[in-house]
């Protein structure tokens, strides 16, 4: 059995408003926010790294969790953002958390990063009996063209963590868990130069490759919608249970045009979804474990409530998982 020992979030400082970029990209009054439903997303500073997003959430997520007995074996980061290339950014986190002879991951899956990382994580925290800390981070301001309304307007800076520890007890806060792929839309989304198809070079920078691209907008829509649908029902159908047992729904937060539409179609209304899109706008995988953080912190997810996780990204990647809040 696996149990949900505690969370954590970081955010930077600096707040960019949709009005802001508005005026940027020469884009009507109100354009970015009735689209996407954000009105300010969080931005990191010239000095700040994904590295230390994912050390302030994972400190915050360690010190909650209090005394657990155990040690921490495993860290797995969540990004597509990693500090560089190579080498991976978690063993660095690792290090600056003090966490010895810990395993240490890199994770690119995109949005569904934090839900894979989960995944694991369980898989890990059962066989091998020892804590695992995930962390979701991305400092996406750093892969957008700050010309591009597609993105610009989208994508955020954050991360949140999570830390899980093996159980005796009969009851297991990881309800069901469900991952999935359809590779044959890996274009939709994409950094075109950077990798080993594409080296960057002085060319591919100055045609803008090396940035984020995003295409057929409403084509894009529709996949999400269908896949964060999918990965809800599968999650709920393997939980043994419906959308009208969830307490909460907390969706990858794309935007709140594709909360709407599949909250629709599962049958959660506003009442029962946690949204944090307005503020903190998209960051990826971090977005779930963000507004799980926060919305514990505010008192509105109390233990022994059920929440259903649901994501989808670049790839095409989806997941879906039903967690218990733990009782103690």
Same mark, same amino acid.
């Given at each position: 059995?696996?149990?949900? =020992?505690?969370?954590?979030?970081?955010v930077?400082?600096?707040?960019?408003?949709?009005?802001?970029?508005? +005026?940027?990209?020469?884009l009507?009054?109100?354009?970015?926010?009735?689209?996407t439903?954000?009105?300010?997303?969080?931005?990191? =500073?010239?000095? #700040?790294?994904?590295s230390?997003?994912?050390?302030?959430?994972?400190?915050?997520?360690?010190?909650?969790?209090?005394t657990?007995?155990?040690?921490?074996?495993?860290?797995?980061l969540?990004? /597509?953002?990693?500090?560089? %290339?190579?080498?991976?950014?978690a063993?660095?986190?690792?290090?600056?958390?003090?966490?010895?002879?810990?395993?240490?991951i890199?994770?690119?899956?995109?949005?569904?990063?934090?839900?894979?990382?989960?995944?694991?994580?369980? $898989?890990?925290?059962?066989t091998?009996?020892?804590?695992?800390?995930?962390?979701?981070?991305?400092?996406?301001?750093?892969?957008?063209?700050?010309?591009?309304?597609?993105?610009?307007?989208?994508?955020?800076?954050?991360?949140?963590?999570?830390?899980?520890?093996?159980?005796?007890?009969?009851?297991?806060?990881?309800?069901?868990?469900?991952?999935? $792929?359809?590779?044959?839309?890996?274009?939709?989304?994409?950094?075109?130069?950077?990798? $080993? &198809?594409?080296?960057?070079?002085?060319? $591919?920078?100055?045609l803008?490759?090396?940035?984020?691209?995003?295409?057929?907008?409403?084509?894009?829509?529709? %996949?999400?919608?269908?896949?964060?649908?999918?990965?809800?029902? +599968?999650? %709920?159908?393997?939980?043994?249970?419906? /959308?009208?047992?969830?307490?909460?729904?907390?969706?990858?937060?794309?935007?709140?045009?594709?909360?709407r539409?599949?909250?629709? &179609?599962?049958?959660?209304?506003? #009442?029962?979804?946690?949204?944090?899109?307005? #503020?903190?706008?998209?960051?990826?995988?971090?977005?779930?474990?963000?507004?799980?953080?926060?919305?514990?912190?505010?008192g509105?997810?109390?233990?022994?409530?059920?929440?259903?996780l649901?994501?989808?990204?670049?790839?095409?990647?989806?997941?879906?998982?039903?967690?218990r809040?733990?009782?103690?």
């Amino acid at each position: 059995m696996t149990r949900i =020992a505690s969370v954590g979030h970081a955010v930077p400082d600096c707040r960019v408003t949709s009005a802001e970029l508005e +005026v940027q990209l020469g884009l009507e009054a109100g354009w970015i926010e009735r689209r996407t439903g954000i009105r300010e997303r969080r931005q990191a =500073a010239a000095d #700040e790294a994904t590295s230390d997003l994912a050390v302030r959430a994972g400190a915050m997520a360690l010190q909650n969790a209090g005394t657990i007995g155990i040690p921490v074996g495993l860290l797995l980061l969540a990004t /597509s953002t990693p500090d560089h %290339l190579l080498p991976p950014t978690a063993p660095l986190v690792a290090h600056r958390l003090g966490l010895s002879h810990c395993g240490a991951i890199d994770l690119a899956n995109a949005c569904g990063g934090f839900l894979a990382a989960l995944a694991l994580g369980h $898989s890990y925290s059962v066989t091998q009996r020892c804590a695992v800390l995930i962390i979701a981070a991305n400092v996406l301001s750093r892969r957008i063209n700050p010309a591009d309304p597609m993105t610009a307007a989208l994508f955020a800076d954050g991360a949140g963590a999570m830390v899980l520890t093996p159980s005796d007890d009969s009851e297991n806060d990881i309800l069901a868990l469900h991952l999935d $792929s359809n590779g044959a839309h890996y274009g939709q989304i994409i950094i075109p130069a950077g990798g $080993s &198809r594409e080296p960057t070079t002085g060319d $591919s920078v100055a045609l803008g490759r090396h940035w984020m691209q995003m295409e057929r907008g409403p084509d894009l829509f529709r %996949l999400a919608v269908r896949s964060m649908v999918r990965a809800g029902e +599968v999650a %709920l159908q393997w939980a043994g249970l419906t /959308s009208a047992d969830i307490d909460w729904w907390v969706p990858h937060q794309a935007n709140a045009r594709i909360t709407r539409e599949v909250g629709e &179609r599962l049958g959660i209304g506003d #009442e029962r979804t946690i949204s944090i899109v307005e #503020e903190y706008g998209n960051s990826s995988a971090a977005s779930i474990p963000l507004a799980l953080s926060l919305a514990w912190l505010d008192g509105r997810i109390q233990p022994g409530q059920r929440i259903l996780l649901t994501a989808a990204g670049a790839g095409l990647v989806e997941a879906g998982a039903v967690i218990r809040w733990p009782r103690n």
